[in-house]
Each structure stands twice: as C-alpha cells, then as structure tokens.
C-alpha cells in the first residue's frame, strides 16, 4: 500500500499543518517509507493473538476521587499569551 | 405522515457526580471562576500524564449494572483527534473499540391514561470520557475567552440502539434515563448546567424499507427541546422526501427561539477524528469482584420496586411505574403510605399521583419543594380512611395544609371545624330545618320531579357546611320524604 499526495494533503490539513508542495511530495516519500515498515509488520501472521492496546502488559492504576489541586490560575496564566477576567483569550473561533 | 416510519437513536452525555476530574485532582464543582479549576493536566501542559479516577470507573459499573448491561472486563481508552481551542490537547480522552458497558437496556412507558404503552430501548454501549472546556464568543477584542473548567470532567456516554420510532418515545426514553442516572447516584441530572444533554439520530423510511439516512441533533439540553427538535426534523425530512428531495446526512442545531433545525456541518467536513489507543493509558482492568461488590451496594432499582409496589400495595402496572418514575416520588409515596397504613396505600397513591401532582404542576413546584410534606399527606389520607372527613373536605384541608394554615391535617380539621357529622340526630334535625325551609322542593318531589330530590341533597350539605356523609345525607332523607 502506498499513500497518494492528495492522503498526505489531507491529514496535513487535519493535523492543521501548513505543508508546500514540496513539503508534500518529500512527506510522501517519507511516509511511504514507513508504510513499507508496516507492510513488513503486517505480513506476520497474528491469528489467534489478541491485539494489545498498550506495548506494556500491565493494568491502568487509578486514583482515589479527591480533590488534589488547588487553584494556580496566576502561575498558570502568567505565561499565557493573552488573558482577560481570567479567560485565556485566543484568535475568534465560531463554529 | 402514516405511510412514513420514523427512527431515533438517542446518545446522551451524563456527567459524573465525582468530585474530581476524570484525569486530575481538580475540582469538578460547578460555578468557580473561570479557570480557577483547571490545573496542568487539565491545560495539557508538556509532560503532564492522566491518571484514571476510580470514581468515574465505579459510576460506568452502576450504571452498567443498572441497564442489565455487560461491564467489560477490559476496556481501553482513545485519543479523539480534533482542534479546538477549548480542547488544549488537540484530543478527547474518550473509548472506542473497546467501551466498559456493552448492551442493556431501559424499559420505557410512553404515553397517558388508555393510549399507554410499555417499550424497552435496548443500548449499544456506554463509554467514559472527558468534557471539553468552554469558549465565550462575546468580545474580547474580536477574541474568543476560553475557560477550562469544564476540561477534564468526567462523562459517561450512552447510546441507543435506532430503538425509538416517535419524539414521544425519545422523551420517555429521555426522562426514563434521567431519572435512572439519578436514582443510582452517578449524574446529578441539572440539564440547565449541561449535566445530562441528548444528541438524536433522527431519520424516516417506508415501512419496510431499509434505513433513510440519518441527521444528527445536537446538544438538546431540555426535553421540551428534545420533543421539539425531534417533531420538527420529522416534519422536515418528509416534505423533503415527499417534495422529490434527498436527505444528505448532517449533523444540525436546534434554535430554541425560530423551532427549526439548522446545518451545523455536512458529511464532506464531518471530523475525521483518527481514534487511536491513547499511549498514556493503560487497559482499564475490571475484576469480577469489585463489579459483585458495587452490585451489593446499589439500591433497589426502578423496576425491582415497581414489583414490589404492585406487589405489596396492590397498584396497577401503571400506578406503579408513573410512582417508580424517580427516586424522590417513590420515596415520598412510601413515606405517605408509612403514616396513612398500608389499607390506604392506593388512596395514598392517588393523592400523591394525582392532586399533589396537579397542584405541584399549577404553582411550576418540583415533589422536592412540595409545601406539603409526605408525612402531612399521609395524615390527611388517614383521615379519609377512617371517616374522619369526606374527600371533598380533604380537598379543603390539603388546600389548608399546602397554604401552610397548620401544621397537620388534624390541626386543621381541629381548628376548621370540619369534622364529618356522622351522628345521625344531628343530620335529621338539619334535614328537617331544609324541609322546612324549602317546601317548594318537597312538593315538586312529591308531585314526581326526581330532580327536586338532589336540589334538596345540596341544600342539605350546604346545611351541614359539607361536613355529613353525602350518603348519609341521602338515605335519611329519602326516608323523611318516603
């Protein structure tokens, strides 16, 4: 399987990065590279094994159901670019 | 509308009533200011991890357990991938191949009175995931604010199977769930603060056909909205299709104030969301025991006790289901039925369905700040019981008592006179005074105006202020005019 410029096109726009044309065709190279690897990957015969979801064997850990953190809303926002009334503010988004 | 066949699966977003964050130890309380909640792993600030809440995961069981449902013995949490800036990590932690609830369902009643029907919509899944945060569009400069607050609390996620064929069905599907979440404890259910909001897959078909494709509503956040969406995109889908139109699948908004739908995104700029195992988080592993020790901890469910109600106090499948409805109704039906005895317990159940209910509904009360207690209400029910009053004065002393005028239906009875006369040498002496007073009427009667004879009945309650057995009433005076 190999991708096509316009795949590479797309998940570059969904990933919101901005890539020239040449960008795209030497991403393609490079993706397609990768492609090559999962291929080989692929070929492997897996039945009867159960995918894993994690590449360590072991179970989630959980925390208790308390409240830990306080309020550090001046450290946080000391480094924000832009704050108002204790909003981070960000370029107009409206769906 | 007859030849067409509507089908609605209903996604609902429950948040958890954890204290803190499905992935951090911030507050989940409602109402701070912004971003007073929202700590570093909430902001996705680099090199912070998620750590699960074990609060959250006990919520996904009971309600896993409630619906009959399987609870996986594995389940694994997702990246959703998409940008928006009230999603600091470019992703929602959220499930998908592999959710912790599989299956079950929630049996429903729609409609009222002869028209009712029993239905069981039967679930898909039910995943865990976290809330997003909140952007504000007023203007800050030509900016959006963004508050993370809500980032990072904890969601259950459940989805209908395309079970629903009406918006009346998608309404009591929606209360029944409502009321579930609640009863179990798991969702406080305020829908005003985004608690519990629907999304409802709606589309039409001919009978028999196969699926018509499907637009997606967004966001309903009362079930009054719920009913309105639903009755509009039916409408709407129909003149389409009859007018020689194609449905294109979409999701749409509901715009409360015009009661239409509008296009919010299309299929060609649907997301692609590029789910993929989040490597930040191990499999979820549930062992069999802490399932079987949630299960002992859960209370007596909605349908457990409307067997027993029907059961025990002798209602009918409909009394007990509209009784079973919520936890506060139950309770308070039973804390009625607790006071006034069990030989009371369907009067009980039909002051509480039916004049509590009716006056609730006149002064817009919920049950939980009803002015009349279930202790009052079972003490007025007592009276009727046992002859006390007539149930036209119980009308009077619940007025009395919902208006605060005494602390109990007997102190009320007490002061107000209103005793039922039941000595009959009191009543013959009233009914002699209408006889006399009325001589008109008697010889109407005598002259064969059977109507003459109940003008003569009211005179005598009105004598009596409404306080003698009407029965009483008539006998006696069928036998002083015999």
Redesign the interface.
Known sequence: MSLTLEQVRRVAHLARIDISESEAESTLGHLNGIFSLIEAMQAVDTRGIEPMAHARDVAQRLREDRVTEENRRAAFQAVAPETEAGLYLVPKVIE | MNHWEVVIGIETHAQLA???KIF????TAFGA????????VD?A?PGVLP????????CAIRFGLAIGAEIAPKS?FARK?Y???DLPKGYQISQFE?PVVVGGSVAIQVGQGEQVYEKTVHLTRAHLEEDAGK???ED?????????NRAGTPLLEIVTEPDMSSSAEAVAYARALHALVRWIGICDGNMQEGSFRCDANVSVRRPGAPLGTRREIKNLNSFRFLQQAIDYEIRWQIETLEDGGRIQQATVLFDPDTGETRV??TKEDAH?Y?YF?D?D?????IPRDWVERTQAALPELPAAKKRRFMADYGLSAYDATTLTASLEIADFYEATVAVAGKAAAKPCANWVMVDLAARLNRDERELADSPVSAAQLGGLVARIADNTISNNIAKKVFEALWNGEGASADEIIEKQGLKQITDSGAIEQLIDEVLAANAAMVAEFKAGKEKAFNALVGQAMKATKGKANPQQVNELLKKKLS
């Not at chain 2, 988080?281 to 592993?285: A, D, S, V």
């Open positions: 954890t204290r803190s951090s130890g911030a507050s200011a912004p971003n007073t909640q929202a700590c570093a902001l600030l750590v699960l809440n074990r609060g959250a995961v006990e694994v991938n940008f928006y800036p592999l952007s504000l569009h800050f400069h030509g900016k959006s604010g963004i508050d993370l919010m995104r692609d590029r195992p490597p988080l191990l499999p979820l592993l």
